[in-house]
């Protein structure tokens, strides 16, 4: 059964620091790795998706990195802004279109 | 596009009343994932639909919990009787075939509150 376990659980920093946040997860026969961002009240915003082939994922501010043998997956915020405050929720697909999720990290950048 | 569409938004209701959360996919997305969100448990996935056919329902925590898809742009699920224990945010996605978590979109929830 896939385990997906996130560290650490709350981040507070100040504006224009980079950070990284850490996704590890049990079973290394993953289809995909994916980052989500979560607003309180609110739904889930797909950030990343790195593909089982892929090993790492960039959009703008963010870099998501996979590295199965290990069972982790990194994500890279740089220059950090005070709307980037939210929970970011790592999710593993063993393939069968079932993501299963890590409990999240909680993010407070402040201005 | 609208994105997932989830109704309603808030509900609060008794003990034992019968609750129905509703979802409209995105179009043209053939999968259909029902989740729950808990402080305690975080995301858990209750049960998925493929071309409207329930797929997994391990998910499901009781025979309380039923849900149907009777076609490709609505889905209900129903828990009957409810019971505090259920009150919890329960998010609607959907995800076209082959794409898994890029095709991944997901509602902005209905927060139940069973008293």
């Known amino acids: 059964k896939q385990e997906v376990t996130q560290i650490p659980a709350a981040l507070s920093v100040p504006e224009g620091e980079n950070l990284v946040l850490n996704c590890s997860f049990t079973?290394?026969?993953?289809?995909?790795l994916q980052w989500f961002r979560q607003d309180p009240g609110k739904g889930l915003t797909s950030l990343l998706l790195?593909?089982?082939?892929?090993r790492e994922q960039t959009s703008g501010r963010l870099n998501a990195s996979l590295d199965k043998s290990s069972g982790r997956s990194t994500l890279y915020i740089a220059a950090s802004q005070p709307g980037d405050s939210a929970t970011y929720l790592c999710a593993g697909n063993t393939g069968f279109q079932k993501l299963v999720f890590g409990t999240g990290t909680r993010l407070l950048v402040s201005p | 596009d609208a994105g997932v569409i989830q109704s309603p938004r808030h509900e609060v209701t008794e003990m034992g009343q019968e609750v129905t959360l509703r979802c409209k996919p995105i179009?043209?997305?053939?999968?259909l994932f029902w989740y729950r969100q808990t402080m305690m448990r975080g995301l858990e996935l209750l049960i998925y639909?493929?071309?409207?056919?329930?797929?997994?329902d391990s998910g499901m925590p009781e025979d309380r919990f039923s849900a149907k898809m009777p076609n490709a742009s609505f889905s209900t699920l129903k828990i009957q009787p409810s019971e505090p224990r259920d009150s919890a945010v329960y998010f609607c996605?959907?995800?076209?075939?082959?794409?898994?978590?890029?095709?991944?979109?997901f509602g902005s929830g209905t927060r139940l509150t069973v008293v």
């Open positions: 079973d290394s026969a993953i289809y995909n």
């Open positions: 996605a959907s995800s076209k075939t082959g794409t898994g978590g890029g095709g991944y979109t």
């Open positions: 790195i593909q089982s082939s892929q």
């Open positions: 179009s043209g997305h053939d999968y």
């Open positions: 639909f493929n071309n409207n056919v329930p797929i997994d």
